[in-house]
């Protein structure tokens, strides 16, 4: 059974795949369930609960768009080039106007047409190579966490109209990012140069489905202060749009916080407590909490699986910035296990 990461591109199974598997006829569609499993050596299968298409007049036509952010991860092209493995990614930046409620629109800065940029991700020991191509008509850069030679550094900065390569070693494996390092940085990142750079341990993590939670701000009047909040890019868009996902099943969340401005914001999930595994860089937890707190750019895995259906919350305990947009509900649905079997015997 191929893993995600011989996937390439995508981790969704396309009902080619499926009918492969001979999963085809236990009542699965592609239009209406996506399934994906995470690791070779397991059997397990994960299983993603179908989001409803989204009315048109809801779904954000610009670079904001969450339900994109959510499980979508890019894994890069695949080379091998003197017996190791290559992954490289090509990020473009550009210009774009989002809405961030019903009156207000602001520039931005985006990555390959979204905000957050993509979610790039590797296993530890691949060589990344990043392409990067800087169309958007100011000075800019990719600074990448890890460890790296200073000139893969990512400070210097790439002129607009011009393209350049960072290369080196995907480690230590956790959860990473990558953002823009021209000052002002704040504005820099606070404008959409950012997204979340995921490096999985050799051995990989146990199947769950995994979710990407990037929290941001925005400074809409550059007086150094975010008048708006949001997760992976559209404020509020979580509370409207639950995030559907199954009742007992492991869910891995990759947990970032970008929002400049405010020196640090909790994260919080309603009823429930998750296991921390700090930056991502641990195999086991080192506690269970219900809040945590993040500085700017800290980020870590949290797992968790809800034992009651329901709608819960999850959002900063810093009130204010919850509600100006950093909020979002989980929707626990159907056991998954129940469900699973159902179909399996339908
Ligand atoms: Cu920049």
Redesign the pocket.
């Known amino acids: 059974m191929p893993n995600n990461f011989a996937l390439g591109q995508e981790n969704l199974w396309s009902r080619r795949q499926l009918l492969k598997l001979g999963l085809a006829g236990a009542g699965v569609t592609g239009a209406t369930a996506l399934w994906h499993t995470l690791n070779a050596q397991s059997k397990s299968i994960v299983k993603i609960p179908p989001m409803e298409a989204i009315a048109p007049t809801t779904a954000p036509k610009n670079a904001a768009n969450p339900m994109q952010v959510l499980r979508n991860f890019d894994y890069g092209t695949v080379k091998q080039e003197n017996g190791r493995t290559i992954r490289e990614f090509r990020l473009s930046?550009g210009t774009s106007i989002i809405q961030l409620n019903s009156v207000v629109s602001y520039n931005i800065?985006d990555l390959n047409g979204r905000i957050p940029g993509p979610t790039l991700r590797a296993k530890q020991g691949d060589r990344v190579r990043v392409l990067f191509h800087n169309q958007?008509g100011?000075?800019?850069?990719l600074h990448f966490h890890g460890v790296h030679p200073a000139e893969m550094d990512g400070v210097r900065p790439v002129s607009n109209g011009s393209a350049t390569i960072y290369e080196f070693d995907a480690e230590p494996y956790g959860v990473h990012l990558y953002h823009?390092?021209?000052e002002p940085?704040t504005?820099?990142?606070a404008?959409g140069?950012y997204g979340m750079f995921i490096i999985d341990p050799p051995k990989p993590r146990p199947p769950a489905d995994e979710i990407a939670l990037i929290m941001a701000g925005y400074d809409v009047n550059d007086d150094n202060r975010n008048e708006f909040y949001a997760f992976n890019g559209q404020p509020h868009y979580y509370m409207d749009n639950p995030i559907k996902i199954y009742q007992n099943q492991l869910i891995r969340l990759y947990v970032l916080n970008i929002i400049e401005f405010d020196p640090a914001v909790t994260f919080h999930l309603h009823a429930n407590f998750f296991d921390v595994y700090p930056t991502g860089m641990t195999l086991t937890p080192t506690h269970k909490a219900d809040v945590i707190t993040m500085g700017i750019a800290e980020r870590h895995i949290l797992e968790f699986s809800f034992r009651y259906p329901g709608k819960y919350m999850f959002h900063p305990h810093q009130d204010a910035i919850a509600e100006n947009g950093c909020m979002g509900n989980f929707e626990v649905v159907a056991d998954s296990k129940k469900a699973l079997s159902t179909q399996k015997n339908s």
């Open positions: 930046a800065w958007a100011h000075s800019h850069s823009c390092h021209i940085v504005r820099h990142i404008k140069l």
